[in-house]
Every structure is written in structure tokens, then in C-alpha cells.
């Protein structure tokens, strides 16, 4: 199973980006997706998470930030509006996994995607 994420880059504060990240291979279901973010030196940290029956917010982002999936694609986006430039990070897109053909459950990793908010 392999998590390919896409749509970071450089933004004016107040701007908008939207984040996309797609699971593939040999998937049976996806029970939690989720985005978290990094910089240098720190921890990385949750920036929201989604099931099929809720989504969850770091406080910083609430009212800012929308997470959603799309389940038939095995995607999940971001979309991040009136960025600041706190918001500049390393962007990882997480996904817990079911695979067949065993239904081992897997806690999968996409590669980063850069986020830099500035004028």
C-alpha cells in the first residue's frame, strides 16, 4: 500500500490550498485518513483526521480547514483557506489500512508535501 500526496506550495497569508493524498494497492478499507504537519525541529502533529462517521480538528484550524474522502478513490483532501503563515509546514497524509488478502491492518505513511505561507 503505498499514500501519494499532491497540492502543496506557496501561498499569500489569506490564501487557500487544497491537499490531496490517494491510497493504492491491494486495500480492502480505510477505517481513519488524516493530515498532520511538521517543521523542522518539532513534533510532528495532528492537523485533522477523518472516518466515515466524523472528522476531527486541532484547535488552531477549526472554521479554517476541511477534511474530506472520497472512499470510491481511496483519496482524501484538505482544503485549507485563510491560511497564515503558522500554517507552514511539512504536510503528511495518514491512512489506517485494511489489506487483503490477510485484513492485516497497516498504519500507512504518504511522503510529505511542503506548505509555505508568505508574503
Known amino acids: 500500500v503505498q499514500l501519494q500526496a499532491s497540492g502543496g506550495g506557496l501561498v499569500q497569508p489569506g490564501g487557500s490550498l487544497r491537499l490531496s493524498c490517494a491510497a493504492s494497492?491491494?486495500?480492502?478499507?480505510?477505517?481513519?485518513m488524516g493530515w498532520y504537519r511538521q517543521v523542522p525541529g518539532n513534533q510532528r502533529e495532528m492537523v485533522a483526521t477523518?472516518?466515515?462517521?466524523?472528522?476531527d480538528y486541532r484547535d488552531s484550524v477549526k472554521g479554517r480547514f476541511t477534511i474530506s474522502r472520497d472512499n470510491a478513490k481511496n483519496t482524501v483532501y484538505l482544503q485549507m483557506n485563510s491560511l497564515k503563515p503558522e500554517d507552514t509546514a511539512i504536510y503528511f497524509c495518514?491512512?489506517?489500512?485494511?489489506?487483503?488478502?490477510?485484513?492485516?491492518?497497516?498504519?500507512?505513511w504518504g511522503h510529505g508535501t511542503q506548505v509555505t505561507v508568505s508574503s
Open positions: 495518514n491512512a489506517i489500512v485494511v489489506v487483503r488478502p490477510t485484513y492485516a491492518v497497516l498504519d500507512k
Open positions: 494497492g491491494n486495500i480492502a478499507s480505510i477505517n481513519v
Open positions: 477523518i472516518t466515515n462517521s466524523r472528522a
